[in-house]
């Protein structure tokens, strides 16, 4: 999952930046809105956005504006302020798909995105479940058969792309823009070793290879 933080204090943007890299989303961290508008722009595939609304440059209500008026719906999850109730307001009015309160809960934090993240692709249930497979988004837990199965983070990292995305064919350009942020090296066949590494602790039916176009997990 790629996430873009939107957030101009150097502080609380760093505490961010290591609670979700450590729950391995891949974050790209901008610090104005304008920066915030390039970002999205740029053809980044975002599958969610934090957006501080208190941003230098230009407003987060007007890059949540500018999103939805270029029918960009990339869900959006803005931070605001305990007591500022019109904030909020105005953020839902302008096209956020939930809110969170600064200073922040961690712990509220991740249960908001990892909710929209499920709301997003469609899905009420929390946990995943193919055949004799079960996994859980929220802790992280994979089991076949009952058997717990430990996934290294970025097989995590693409195995949440392809269940996010039920019956959708993923490209190899689209999961490893799931896996990277920008600081890091792409080597080219990264996919190709994470997807194997997976069928071998999961099976080969859940993850089938759409020759010539990608990968997808069937719909249930
Ligand atoms: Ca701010």
């Known amino acids: 999952m790629r996430l873009l933080l939107v957030e101009d204090d150097t502080m609380i943007g760093e505490v961010v930046l290591d609670l979700l ?6 974050v790209d961290w901008v610090k104005d809105g304008e920066m915030a508008d390039t970002a999205l722009m740029q053809a980044q595939n975002y599958d969610l956005v934090l957006l501080d609304l208190g941003l230098p440059r230009k407003d987060g209500i007007e ?3 500018s999103m939805r008026a270029r029918k960009d719906r990339t869900p959006v999850l803005v931070a605001t302020a305990r007591d500022a109730v019109s904030q909020r307001i105005a953020g839902l009015d302008a096209g956020a798909d939930d809110y969170v ?16 993240l499920r709301r997003s692709a469609g899905r009420a249930e929390p946990v995943f479940e193919y055949n004799n497979i079960t996994i859980n988004p929220a802790t992280r837990e994979v089991a076949v058969a009952g058997a717990p199965v430990t996934l290294s983070a970025r097989e995590w990292a693409v195995l949440e792309a392809l269940i996010s995305r039920p019956g959708a064919v993923l490209s190899r350009a689209q999961l490893e823009e799931k896996l990277y942020s920008w600081r890091d090296e792409v080597s080219s066949n990264a996919v190709e070793v994470y997807i194997h590494g997976l069928r071998k602790k999961l099976g080969s039916e859940l993850i089938q290879n759409v020759r010539g176009v990608g990968y997808m997990v069937p719909k249930l």
């Open 21 to 26: 890299r450590a729950e391995h989303y891949a």
């Open 63 to 65: 890059v949540l504006r």
């Open 101 to 116: 309160l600064k200073p922040y809960d961690l712990d509220e934090l991740l249960a908001r995105i990892r909710a929209l």
